[in-house]
């Protein structure tokens, strides 16, 4: 951003060279006066003058230097009398990774008061390597010159025509310019004032005062302008203000200018305490010129560590209306949002217990779901050891109440006790896990038939869990792999009881894979608990690279087979199943030298012999800023599935560089089932080596509201400066693999 990294550069230099020109004074005159603590001070040249002990001159190659830090020149007279030195012809200070050159430069050493004109900067910076793109480190040459530098005492310089900018030599395409930069190395800090950024030697970004920081300190100021459109709100500019109220606290508040709707504020409130953390955000848009309405957006988080394990805190979230994201945001992420929670959350938790108490309600805004609100529940579990068993309790008591009136909706306490006891025998070829456990829920209902107001269901939960574990060595072009061979089953037994009567306050049926495969309860919550005679079996084999430790290549096929019928559904559901055994479940992993990586998940049904269930994503990624990605989902339909909750989707997406610098990003998520595109992008890159720019326009489909159309376009100043609204999370959201032009190694 133009505020944290505004010719910091240029900061960082001049900081170093105000401490070798002191250095140099002291040292030397230390070794005049053969003090046994001077550091060693090298003076060489073509030719040493002395006159009078009062005046030195060195021709031809010159240089004064200290460690590391060299001053060189044609020719540098020193006058110890009055204590000022002049370097003319070529000066140069030279300080390790960084030069500052210029035809002449005159100093009062002891004052530190002095101008260099016609300065020239540049400065070498590695570059750390991104592990999250794979790139390797590389170095950036950030350069700069100034009609004049002005020493003007110790901690205190000023430059006057200053210009900044991390292309090469003679590749001029753009620069941060300021009329007149001061610097202060006491604070660390500087001010430029009439600053702007000059690309292809056209103004676009002015600012007549802005202060920065250049030791990575936090600092009050403008922040660069943020530009976009879109089709709801029409062209946007947003200029932020970042105010840094103390070390642990800070805020940003950002005016936000629309020219369909008009001016919105937006504020950002942070903090951070030894025990405690939050944030705050508010939005307010007032009288928006298309409804004519108030319209805002609050959301508070906040978590304080109690102490001895205690620990508390809330989130808030709430908005004028239910159209606010669709409207005014661009973000898929944001504008799928159909519930808002707010919520009050204490929690508990050392080495054997953990207690959570949550009081939950929510603000919808598709006028359709309406998730129960628990005011409140409280959740305590724990184990303990005793010898080779494992004792478990699970405890919860929770009240649901609805925020609608029509239709009524049942509504009540339930109280729920699960204690259990294993006892697990491993060995190193395998294990097994018997556990037994009592599973009971009590009911006090409102808006029930009378009769039904309070009831109760006990349940034994008999399981058996175990495993082996197979393995061999073998090569491949004589490369060495291990293969593993692990099956494993999983016995449950539970008896029925009627449970018809219960109102489903947060259950609900799981999809089949290998999670829940082996696990007791098919449905989430408590509300139901199926019965069960029935045993899972799955079989994995594994290829594992010896020398790298790398799995190349996983797979795994497991079912379910019932030994008794269902009798436990939800409400006003059929049976989900209606044979002996469940669908098989495939999945297939393989991670390729090749640079293909596949993922794939196929449930099966053979009652039918129909798919229940596919799920297939591939990638083709052969270096950095190459990335194709193909995925299909499907879900079919079932009785108890309406429609809506069928899937059918195709995804499409990739980077690929086009030449000459151009890479051509893009998405497409389409619904056959639907029949139409559920988000589309299409943008394209450009990289120039020291600046990158992209154009990225994105069509998304909202819960709320019609298509919203977002335009994103940024210039990227080699890291240092940015223009226009960043499309960096949409672009990393929507295309898996990507890697930003800037960080792709040898580009053109």
């Not at 990294?5 to 001049?14: D, K, S, T």
């Not at 046994?36 to 002990?53: N, Y």
């Not at 449950?492 to 999809?511: G, K, L, R």
Request: with cysteine.
């Amino acid at each position: 951003m133009l505020k944290n990294r505004f010719l910091n550069g240029l900061a960082a230099i001049l900081l170093a060279n105000s401490a070798l020109v002191n250095a140099g004074v002291e040292t030397l005159l230390a070794s005049d006066a053969s003090t046994e603590t001077a550091d060693v001070l090298v003076i060489s040249g073509d030719k040493l003058e002395l006159h009078l002990d009062r005046k030195m001159r060195v021709l031809g190659n010159a240089s004064i230097s200290r460690g590391n830090q060299t001053i060189l020149g044609d020719v540098i007279d020193y006058d110890m009398q009055n204590d000022e030195l002049h370097v003319t012809g070529n000066s140069h200070i030279n300080l390790g990774n960084a030069q500052l050159s210029g035809p002449e430069l005159r100093m009062q050493m002891s004052t530190s008061i002095g101008e260099m004109k016609e300065a020239t900067i540049t400065m070498s910076e590695k570059l750390e390597p991104n592990k999250t793109d794979n790139t390797e480190a590389s170095h950036s040459t950030v350069r700069g010159d100034a009609k004049t530098i002005l020493f003007e005492g110790q901690d205190k310089k000023r430059l006057i025509d200053a210009r900044y900018t991390t292309c090469a030599v003679g590749v001029d395409d753009w620069y941060i310019k300021a009329h007149e930069l001061e610097l202060n190395d006491y604070t660390e800090s500087g001010v430029a004032k009439n600053a702007y950024i000059e690309i292809k030697g056209v103004p676009v970004l002015y600012t007549p005062w802005i202060g920065f920081s250049y030791s990575n300190q936090r600092k009050s100021g403008l922040l660069a302008p943020t530009y976009g459109t879109t089709t709801r709100s029409g062209f946007e500019v947003a200029v932020p203000y970042y105010w840094n109220i103390s070390p642990n606290k800070d805020a940003t508040i950002t005016t936000r200018e629309l020219s369909k709707r008009g001016v919105q504020l937006q504020g950002e409130f942070r903090y951070l305490e030894d025990a405690f953390s939050g944030i705050g955000n508010l939005e307010y848009l007032p009288s928006d010129n298309q409804t004519g309405e108030n319209r805002y957006y609050a959301a508070l988080k906040h978590q304080h560590n109690l102490g001895k394990g205690w620990s508390a805190g809330y989130s808030l979230e709430k908005v004028s209306d239910d159209q606010y994201f669709s409207d005014l945001s661009t973000h898929i992420i944001t504008t799928s949002r159909i519930n808002l929670p707010q919520q009050f959350n204490l929690d508990y938790a050392d080495e054997a217990w953990r207690f959570n108490v949550l009081a939950q309600k929510f603000q919808t805004l598709d006028k359709l779901s309406y998730p129960y609100e628990r005011l409140p529940q409280m959740t305590l579990s724990g184990n303990q050891y005793f010898g080779n068993f494992t004792t478990n309790v699970y405890t919860q008591l929770a009240t649901f109440d609805s925020n609608i009136n029509a239709p009524v909706k049942p509504t009540g306490t339930r109280l729920t006790l699960y204690p259990s006891i294993s006892l697990p025998m491993d060995k190193p070829y395998g294990y097994i896990i018997p556990k037994i456990g009592i599973h009971h829920t009590s009911y006090s209902l409102n808006n029930v038939a009378n009769n039904l107001d309070s009831q109760q269901r006990t349940l034994p939960i008999t399981s058996l869990d175990g495993g082996l574990f197979f393995d061999r060595d073998f090569k491949v072009s004589n490369r060495a792999y291990t293969q593993t061979i692990e099956p494993r089953l999983f016995y449950v037994y539970i008896p029925n009881t009627q449970q018809s009567d219960i109102p489903i306050f947060d259950a609900s049926i799981s999809d089949l894979n290998f999670s829940t495969l082996f696990r007791e309860n098919q449905y989430t919550g408590n509300d139901r608990i199926n019965n069960a005679n029935q045993l899972s079996l799955a079989l994995t084999t594994r290829l594992i690279e010896s020398d790298t430790g790398i799995q190349r290549f996983s797979a795994a096929v497991g079912q379910r087979h019932y030994f008794a019928d269902q009798k436990v559904t939800l409400n006003n559901t059929e049976l989900t199943r209606k044979n002996n055994s469940s669908d098989i479940v495939f999945s297939l992993t393989t991670y390729l030298k090749t640079n293909w990586n596949v993922n794939a998940f196929w449930q099966y049904n053979t009652e039918d012999s129909k798919s229940t269930r596919t799920t297939l994503a591939s990638r083709y990624s052969p270096e950095p800023g190459k990335a194709l990605n193909l995925s299909y989902s499907y879900k079919r339909e079932t009785a108890i599935a309406p429609a809506s909750n069928g899937i059918n989707q195709f995804d499409l997406s990739g980077q690929w560089p086009l030449g000459q610098g151009w890479y051509g990003i893009g998405r497409a998520n389409y619904s056959w089932q639907e029949k139409h595109i559920i988000e589309t992008l299409t943008g394209i890159e450009y990289n120039a080596g020291c600046w990158q720019t992209r154009a990225v326009i994105q069509r998304v489909s909202t819960a709320t509201a019609n298509a919203n159309y977002a335009l994103f376009f940024q210039i990227e100043l080699g890291g240092l400066a940015s223009i226009g609204t960043d499309p960096l999370d949409v672009i990393k959201r929507s295309i898996p693999g990507y890697v930003s032009t800037g960080l792709i190694p040898d580009t053109y």
